[in-house]
């Protein structure tokens, strides 16, 4: 495929779509926390790819790392700041809390999904932004230490320095967070309006 994308062949462009779009969609959200955003930066990025398409190396493998670099790259110019990275992911989870519809067993799945989204990009926004790339890269795309070295454009053993830094920050968190959940009380069990209006009700017939 990558001769035939590097020679501008439109089948080809289409096939590169269709493999990878789902695959830049997914990380541009993780990096932007927005899914607007990432819709953006998918688009740009096969844009991009094509403008490019002559840079690319006949001889190789996947184009996955290729254009993941691509994507990488546009979802860091929109994101300059872990402030916006944590604006974003909060706005994320709100607007999925307020659209989920009342279906029981879909509820029970989007807002378990939705708390996955919004710890992930909670503990997320708690790193800094190279330190964010590497580990999305590494861990959440399955890139080698070589290729995401090949992706930001960095020695390999930054990669491996920064992810072991991604690990750190967020095992610390995950051990606070724990800690925390400790520390907070058992909730007590609150008496219903019914267990109420027995209650009442077996106390006025004792006096009769």
């Given at each position: 495929?990558?001769?035939?994308?590097?020679?501008?062949?439109?089948?080809?462009?289409?096939?590169?779509?269709?493999?990878?779009?789902?695959?830049?969609?997914?990380?541009?959200?993780?990096?932007?926390?927005?899914?607007?955003?990432?819709?953006?930066?998918?688009?740009?990025?096969?844009?991009?790819?094509?403008?490019?398409?002559?840079?690319?190396?006949?001889?190789?493998?996947?184009?996955?790392?290729?254009?993941?670099?691509?994507?990488?790259?546009?979802?860091?110019?929109?994101?300059?700041?872990?402030?916006?990275?944590?604006?974003?992911?909060?706005?994320?989870?709100?607007?999925?809390?307020?659209?989920?519809?009342?279906h029981a067993?879909?509820?029970?799945?989007?807002?378990?999904?939705?708390?996955?989204?919004?710890?992930?990009?909670?503990?997320?926004?708690?790193?800094?932004?190279?330190?964010?790339?590497?580990?999305?890269?590494?861990?959440?795309?399955?890139?080698?230490?070589?290729?995401?070295?090949?992706?930001?454009?960095?020695?390999?053993?930054?990669?491996?320095?920064?992810?072991?830094?991604?690990?750190?920050?967020?095992?610390?968190?995950?051990?606070?967070?724990?800690k925390k959940?400790?520390?907070?009380?058992?909730?007590?069990?609150?008496?219903?309006?019914?267990?109420?209006?027995?209650?009442?009700?077996?106390?006025?017939?004792?006096?009769?």
């Open positions: 495929m990558r001769t035939r994308v590097r020679s501008g062949d439109p089948d080809a462009y289409a096939e590169l779509f269709d493999s990878y779009a789902r695959t830049l969609y997914n990380h541009a959200f993780r990096m932007t926390g927005d899914w607007a955003a990432a819709e953006d930066v998918m688009s740009a990025a096969f844009l991009e790819a094509w403008r490019l398409r002559g840079t690319i190396d006949p001889e190789g493998g996947s184009l996955r790392p290729w254009l993941l670099g691509i994507a990488t790259n546009l979802a860091r110019n929109h994101c300059r700041s872990n402030r916006r990275y944590r604006a974003a992911a909060a706005a994320t989870a709100a607007a999925g809390a307020v659209s989920v519809p009342d067993e879909e509820v029970a799945g989007r807002l378990d999904d939705r708390r996955r989204i919004e710890a992930t990009l909670g503990q997320l926004s708690a790193l800094r932004g190279p330190e964010r790339e590497v580990l999305l890269l590494c861990l959440g795309e399955g890139l080698e230490y070589a290729e995401a070295a090949q992706v930001l454009g960095i020695p390999v053993g930054t990669v491996r320095s920064r992810l072991s830094r991604a690990r750190t920050k967020l095992r610390k968190l995950a051990e606070t967070e724990l959940k400790k520390r907070e009380p058992a909730a007590r069990p609150r008496q219903t309006y019914g267990d109420r209006t027995n209650t009442v009700r077996s106390a006025q017939e004792g006096t009769r």
